[in-house]
């Protein structure tokens, strides 16, 4: 579920959305095809019959564990815009956290051997106010998010520093901070469409 545009403020715009890594499903994943493969082992054996009603239902537990992680992934969105950042969360209820790229202090992010492999990790951001440190987890490709964050605050103060207006430069510099997005994975070619006409109608 893509991050409502309705929530934007006046010329604001999205330069990544994000879901959580797809190592989110795995914990159940692996376990609902372990379940799986056990159920259909023991409808061809001549195990008791009450053996394969429970894993019949732990399969099913398994199943409906991996929906409502599902459920959880799709509703969750690690936004980065041309004025903040904006981290929502919650299937029924939600929860949410924005900081202005202005009070962004410092970034840095955190991966184990494994996350390298995976391209997944943390990012942590420190930031003035009450939010403090927070920590954002199984983002895909942390290092080129936390540079696409960067570009952004510079971007952010040159249009400050220009009483709004946006010169040819910062422009032609947002283009090819997505075409490298685009190039490295982080955006898929109709993201990278999308955001290159938002930028090219400013």
Request: hydrophobic letters at 45%.
């Amino acid at each position: 579920m893509a991050f409502p545009l309705r929530l934007l403020n006046e010329e604001e715009d999205i330069v990544l959305d994000l879901h959580p890594h797809w190592w989110f499903f795995t914990g159940p994943a692996s376990l609902l095809a372990l379940a799986a493969a056990g159920l259909v082992a023991l409808m061809a054996s001549d195990l008791p019959e009450a053996l394969t009603m429970v894993v019949a239902a732990l399969t099913v537990a398994m199943l409906v564990w991996l929906v409502g992680r599902y459920l959880r992934w799709v509703t969750t969105n690690f936004v980065v815009t041309t004025d903040r950042l904006i981290y929502r969360s919650g299937v029924l209820g939600k929860s949410g956290t924005e900081i202005p790229l202005d009070r962004v202090n410092t970034m840095f992010f955190h991966q184990t051997i494994f996350e390298r492999l995976l391209r997944s990790g943390d990012l942590i951001i420190e930031s003035g106010g009450e939010t403090g440190r927070q920590t954002f987890s199984d983002i895909a490709k942390p290092s080129s998010v936390q540079n696409t964050i960067y570009q952004q605050i510079e971007a952010n103060e040159m249009r400050t520093a220009g009483g709004g207006q946006v010169g040819a430069t910062s422009i032609s510099q947002e283009l090819r901070n997505l075409d490298e997005l685009r190039r490295s994975g982080v955006l898929s070619e109709a993201e990278f469409e999308a955001q290159k006409a938002k930028l090219l109608g400013r």
